[in-house]
């Protein structure tokens, strides 16, 4: 898309005010994949908060923080068990929410180091990948209602694409450390408390460990989730958004 179409998505307030500014920036530095869906939702969220153009959060900023906050949100309420066969809601729940989280997630850490940004997101969303792929074979029933063998390999995925992604969220510290070393420490926690459960008598101690890992998890997501809804001023891909 040309610099001015893609300007022209703005409303014709914002385009006054930033419109040449705006495409001869992207005229210097043609947006990439990323770039494009930023640009995108940040002229959608101009239409929809046209009472504030400058230092808002991002439409798309706000509705993934929600989203991770769902996702930890909907992990503890399955682990709690309180409700009967809850988990055949929180778990859709969860990989759908956990999805749209990343990608906030990484919206934000790819405008401060992209490459170490990609290292944390493609193991993250190959492990989301897997257990969404398996969660879908279990209810068509070609897989049994806990995946089997693809179901342990799809957990296994997604807790090292969680310790990856919770690494990455330390390094680039685009977000408070103690939500990335919450990511990079419940992984191995819950790993080693299940893992090693079946091989020990003491089952109980080790469920616990379990348990602490999922519970460390959850709350990993609702810290980025918080400061994801609560991240200003709003910074794009192509750096400091004019929006």
Do not use: K
């Not at 949100?73 to 409700?83: D, S």
């Not at 729940?93 to 944390?120: D, E, K, N, S």
């Amino acid at each position: 898309m040309s610099p001015r179409l893609l300007a022209g998505l703005y409303p014709p307030a914002w385009r006054d005010r930033y419109g040449a500014e705006f495409q001869s920036l992207l005229e210097d530095h043609p947006p990439s994949g990323m770039q494009l869906i930023d640009i995108v939702w940040g002229a959608l969220d101009a239409h929809l908060f046209p009472q504030a153009p400058e230092g808002r959060i991002g439409m798309f900023t706000r509705l993934s923080g929600v989203a991770a906050i769902g996702a930890g949100v909907a992990l503890l309420i399955g682990f709690l068990g309180f409700i009967p066969d809850v988990n055949r809601f929180t778990v859709p729940a969860f990989y759908t929410f956990a999805m749209i989280g990343l990608v906030g997630v990484h919206v934000c850490q790819v405008t401060v180091r992209p490459g170490l940004a990609w290292a944390g997101f493609v193991p993250m969303l190959v492990g989301l990948t897997a257990g969404i792929t398996s969660m879908l074979l279990s209810a068509m029933a070609v897989l049994p209602p806990t995946g089997g063998e693809f179901g342990y390999v799809a957990g296994i995925m997604l807790w090292i694409g969680a310790t990856a992604f919770g690494a990455t969220m330390l390094a680039i510290r685009a977000f408070p450390m103690l939500f990335g070393l919450a990511f990079t420490v419940a992984a191995p926690i819950a790993m080693i408390g299940l893992f090693a459960r079946n091989a020990v008598t003491a089952r109980d101690a080790l469920d616990l460990v379990a348990q602490l890992g999922v519970v460390l998890f959850a709350c990993a997501w609702i810290g980025v989730g918080a400061s994801l809804f609560t991240r200003q001023p709003r910074q794009g891909v192509l750096g400091a958004s004019p929006t």
